[in-house]
């Protein structure tokens, strides 16, 4: 199993650029999460996705969407880069749901975006 | 709201030693907590998760505790290693889209 795979890896933007960072999993994980990593601070989450066909909003959802359209592909999309939106981005899943066993999360790589 | 705390923010330790990291939360319903390995520029890796029936778990030379009635989690790690040198973080969940994470505590184990 690969687990969590992102990409890009890097990615430098200008102000008001567009760019979907991809995230895939081979784990046949229902919940799917996207979360930003900002320097001295924890992670918050977006977007997170109960199923193909599901999402909602996290604690910091504004200037991103998202769609899973498929249990294993749950990309993020930046429609106008902004310099606030410099950030790490980190992808996860896990499964079961919350409260119902061991539900674990799985992070990928990350993404780490510059928007300048 | 739920604030995830973690005490010391770094730490350093000759190799050998035992050490132990600490993290607390402010609202005990959580359906559970789990600890994470970050090495710089790396994504995260799980270590332990604790279910909120449990009081412990192990893997190796990790211990992690959980005290959900006063608020905490302890991650006590033997025998240290040069190679353990990361940050770790703390997270609790309280629902699907509700995984808190505290800022986390930078460990260096000195050779």
């Known amino acids: 199993n690969a687990g969590v795979t992102q990409t890009p890896k890097f990615r430098i933007l200008k102000i008001g650029q567009s760019m979907t960072l991809q995230c895939a999993q081979d784990?046949?994980?229902?919940?799917m999460y996207w979360y930003r990593q900002d320097p001295g601070m924890g992670l918050k989450l977006i977007y997170y996705?109960?199923?193909?066909?599901?999402?909602d909003k996290g604690e910091v959802p504004n200037g991103y969407n998202v769609s899973r359209s498929t249990t294993e592909d749950f990309p993020l999309r930046l429609e106008l880069a902004a310099p606030s939106q410099t950030s790490v981005y980190f992808c996860?899943?896990?499964?079961?749901?919350?409260?119902?066993?061991?539900?674990?999360?799985?992070f990928g790589p990350g993404t780490r975006l510059t928007v300048l | 709201k739920q604030e995830v705390t973690q005490i010391p923010a770094a730490l350093s330790v000759p190799e050998g030693e035992n050490l132990v990291l600490n993290c607390s939360f402010t609202?005990?319903?959580?359906?559970?907590l789990q600890w994470f390995r970050q090495d710089p520029g790396k994504g995260l890796t799980s270590l332990l998760l604790?279910?909120?029936?449990?009081r412990e778990q192990t893997s190796g030379r990790l211990n992690a505790s959980l005290d959900k009635s006063s608020g905490r989690s302890t991650l006590y790690i033997a025998a240290s290693q040069p190679g353990d040198s990361a940050t770790y973080l703390c997270a609790v969940q309280t629902g699907a889209n509700n995984l808190f994470f505290g800022t986390g505590t930078r460990l260096t184990v000195i050779p």
């Open positions: 996860a899943s896990s499964y079961p749901p919350p409260g119902q066993g061991n539900n674990e999360q799985f």
């Open positions: 604790i279910q909120s029936s449990q």
């Open positions: 996705s109960v199923g193909a066909g599901i999402t």
């Open positions: 609202d005990s319903a959580i359906y559970n």
């Open positions: 784990m046949n994980h229902n919940y």
